[in-house]
Structures are given as C-alpha cells and as structure tokens.
C-alpha cells in the first residue's frame, strides 16, 4: 500500500467514519475511526498497527448488503423503532439493534435467533392491532394493585438483579395510572414472579377475631386482630391489631406469633 500523509489519511478516515455511522454501525470500527481521527487531530500519529488497521478499514469500506438483506434490515430498525416508541419495550429494541448488526455485518442467524426475530415481529404487528391488549376486569385489577405492592416489598437487589420484572411492573404501573395498556404477559408474569407471596396473602396466619401474642412495652401480650391479611403500599403483609393499650397498631403477620 502506498505511503500517505497523515492529512489524506485523516480525510479518509472522516469520510469512512461518516459512511459508518449513516449504515447505522455502533461497534468497534466506527469507535476506533472516530479514536483515530481524534488523535489525528490533535497531532498525534497514530502507531504502525493502527495505521495498518485504519488503513485496511478505509480501502475495505462500509461492509456491503444484499438487496434481500437490506430488505430484512429495514424491517428490523423499523421494529426496533417501533418498540423503543413503545414504552418499556426497551428490551425488545435492543435485541432488535443487535440483531439489525448481525445482518450489517453478514453474519446471519441461528435457527433460534431468527426464532425470535420472528417473534418480535409477529409482536410488532399484535400490538399495532391492538391484539395484545389484556381487558381487565375489577378483581384483575385490584389483583395487579395488590401484586405492585408485593413487589415493592422485595428487597432493592433482588429487583435490580430482575430487569425484565421491573419493566413488567412499570408498563402495569403506568396501566394503573390510566396511562396505559397491558398484555396477558404482563399480568401472567407477574402472578408468577410474586408466587411465593402471592401463597402467603393467600394462606394468611391470622384472620380477623383471631389472637396472637405479641411483645408490647417489653412484655408478651395477648392481642386481637382486628382486620384480615392486606398487603401495604411497600409489601409488608400485615394485620391491624387491637393492643392491651387499646391503640389499633398495624403489624407485619410474621412478627405475631400464635403461641405465648
């Protein structure tokens, strides 16, 4: 390759980087391009190895598609964008992104990935039809409350290590808020993830009339519960107690105890 001088070379890699980011390329030759032209501007000469790399980019140029896969990866950006317009479809648009750079880049797909590409198409095209909205009914609806508010009883690691959960609960958040729409999914997914509390509400240690005993002013007291098992906004589930005092006091069930 013949020599060039660090101007034509800084030229061509602006142009290359250009190309790069119109083909809608994020990944590693349109960060090194954009390194190199930085330190080019600053006057800094890029080392053998990255000239011979810079160089070898520029004569290859943009990756090139077939009219088949150009197809193809206009209708994967279009339901990226779709989802990412979507609300809490952020997973959704990454993998579409992903997927809309394999197709870039030529590398195709397995039989599982072009599985879900179709998936999430068939999706795009549900939701624009309105065939994925869940009518709710009132029990369903108090139920998705209830199921909130079990979830903000999880501690804040056990969330953040659950990000598809947490987009689940934000998209029923924003349903409960009247500003917004669910799907079966939403609702199945999140019965299942909240199970185990879900058996616990639903098999309450206490009821109402019923007694436990509990420490009061550092002595255990026997005390009456007043109302049946609820979930508060922050996930305890609780009963409210009539104390020897005579307060009503609100206490996590499992801070009772039904023997002295």
Same mark, same amino acid.
């Given at each position: 390759?013949?020599?060039?001088?660090?101007?034509?070379?800084?030229?061509?890699?602006?142009?290359?980087?250009?190309?790069?980011?119109?083909?809608?390329?994020?990944?590693?030759?349109?960060?090194?391009?954009?390194?190199?032209?930085?330190?080019?501007?600053?006057?800094?000469?890029?080392?053998?190895?990255?000239?011979?790399?810079?160089?070898?980019?520029?004569?290859?140029?943009?990756?090139?598609?077939?009219?088949?896969?150009?197809?193809?990866?206009?209708?994967?950006?279009?339901?990226?964008?779709?989802?990412?317009?979507?609300?809490?479809?952020?997973?959704?648009?990454?993998?579409?992104?992903?997927?809309?750079?394999?197709?870039?880049?030529?590398?195709?797909?397995?039989?599982?990935?072009?599985?879900?590409?179709?998936?999430?198409?068939?999706?795009?095209?549900?939701?624009?039809?309105?065939?994925?909205?869940?009518?709710?009914?009132?029990?369903?609806?108090?139920?998705?409350?209830?199921?909130?508010?079990?979830?903000?009883? +999880?501690?804040?690691?056990?969330?953040?290590?659950?990000?598809?959960?947490?987009?689940?609960?934000?998209?029923?958040?924003? +349903?409960?808020?009247?500003?917004?729409?669910?799907?079966? +999914?939403?609702?199945?997914?999140?019965?299942?993830?909240?199970?185990?509390?879900?058996?616990?509400?639903?098999?309450?240690?206490?009821?109402?009339?019923?007694?436990?005993? +509990?420490?009061?002013?550092?002595?255990?007291?026997?005390?009456?519960?007043?109302?049946?098992?609820?979930?508060?906004?922050?996930?305890?589930?609780?009963?409210?107690?009539?104390?020897?005092?005579?307060?009503?006091?609100?206490?996590?069930?499992?801070?009772?105890?039904?023997?002295?």
């Amino acid at each position: 390759m013949a020599r060039k001088s660090q101007a034509l070379r800084l030229n061509q890699a602006k142009s290359l980087h250009a190309e790069y980011v119109t083909a809608g390329f994020t990944d590693n030759p349109v960060s090194f391009l954009a390194d190199m032209i930085t330190r080019m501007n600053r006057g800094k000469y890029p080392t053998k190895r990255q000239r011979e790399w810079l160089d070898n980019l520029i004569e290859s140029g943009v990756p090139k598609i077939s009219e088949e896969d150009n197809t193809k990866l206009t209708t994967v950006l279009n339901t990226a964008t779709f989802f990412s317009k979507a609300g809490n479809r952020s997973w959704e648009s990454n993998v579409l992104n992903d997927f809309a750079n394999r197709i870039r880049k030529g590398w195709g797909f397995s039989d599982k990935q072009e599985a879900l590409l179709q998936k999430l198409l068939a999706k795009k095209e549900s939701e624009e039809n309105g065939e994925h909205i869940l009518i709710v009914t009132d029990e369903m609806e108090k139920e998705l409350k209830i199921l909130v508010n079990l979830y903000n009883g +999880y501690s804040s690691l056990w969330r953040q290590e659950r990000p598809g959960l947490r987009s689940v609960v934000d998209a029923v958040r924003q +349903y409960l808020s009247d500003d917004g729409v669910i799907e079966q +999914y939403h609702y199945d997914r999140l019965r299942k993830a909240l199970a185990a509390k879900v058996k616990k509400l639903m098999n309450p240690r206490f009821v109402q009339n019923s007694h436990g005993f +509990y420490n009061f002013d550092n002595e255990r007291c026997l005390i009456l519960c007043v109302a049946d098992t609820y979930v508060t906004p922050n996930g305890a589930i609780v009963n409210d107690w009539l104390l020897p005092s005579g307060e009503i006091k609100t206490i996590d069930q499992d801070r009772v105890s039904k023997r002295s």
